[in-house]
């Protein structure tokens, strides 16, 4: 029931874009972004909830495709302080507020 | 605006012993959730309160309780415990129980049992 995220790591250089992705195989009501830092918590990114949308956060912008069930969080024009590891949570219809968490994408940004 | 507080932030116990972890959200959250994150099973859901009480429970064992006290401050309980305890919980609040909020996480506190 572990959403699936890929790539499991990315290194870019400031400035580059980078994609991440979430796929379920279960019907989805919502799907959370999070961004951890090392020794840090998890910081809300943004949520999206079924019906397809896509929603942005400065440069950081992500979409769910409802009937594939996944979602894909943008980031352009990476930052420095874009290094961290992203999480999807999952809601699975019928298991509200009980997020089921992706292993991860560790990103890594470089000068 | 204070965000959500861990207490403690580090913890060492023995094998067998029991282990209280606390938390106090965000003011006027209402919804409290517990994450078990370790590096093989990564983030992991416990359980969720939301006003005092228990919505959901996730695949643990019963030695995993929790509780939520009227102010929404919550308490997490481990008995008995085992080496594979050994991990950083985490505590999250909501404004509401919800779906269309997110939730702002502690900072955790790291237990390790020896």
């Known amino acids: 029931q572990q959403p699936v995220q890929s790539p499991q790591a990315v290194i870019l250089r400031e400035g580059e874009d980078a994609v991440i992705n979430c796929s379920s195989s279960k019907a989805l009501y919502s799907v959370h972004w999070y961004r951890q830092k090392h020794g840090e918590a998890p910081v809300f990114l943004m949520i999206?909830?079924?019906?397809?949308e896509q929603k942005g956060h400065d440069k950081i912008s992500a979409s769910f495709n409802e009937k594939k069930q996944q979602s894909s969080l943008y980031l352009t024009a990476s930052q420095l302080s874009y290094s961290g590891t992203y999480f999807c949570?999952?809601?699975?219809?019928?298991?509200?507020?009980?997020?089921?968490f992706g292993s991860g994408t560790q990103l890594t940004v470089l000068p | 605006k204070a965000g959500v507080t861990q207490t403690p932030r580090y913890l060492i116990k023995t094998r067998g012993q029991q282990v209280t972890l606390s938390c106090s959200p965000i003011s006027g959250h209402r919804s409290v959730s517990w994450y078990q994150q370790t590096p093989g099973q990564g983030l992991q859901f416990l359980f969720e309160?939301?006003?005092?009480?228990?919505?959901n429970k996730g695949n643990f064992p019963g030695r995993f309780s929790g509780r939520q006290f009227s102010n929404s401050r919550s308490e997490m309980n481990v008995s008995t415990l085992e080496l594979g305890d050994s991990a950083l919980y985490l505590c999250?609040?909501?404004?509401?129980?919800?779906?269309?909020?997110?939730?702002?996480f502690g900072s955790g506190t790291r237990l390790t049992v020896v």
């Open positions: 949570g999952t809601e699975i219809i019928g298991s509200a507020r009980q997020l089921t």
């Open positions: 999250a609040s909501s404004l509401l129980s919800d779906s269309n909020y997110g939730y702002t």
């Open positions: 999206l909830l079924k019906g397809g």
């Open positions: 309160y939301f006003s005092e009480t228990q919505r």
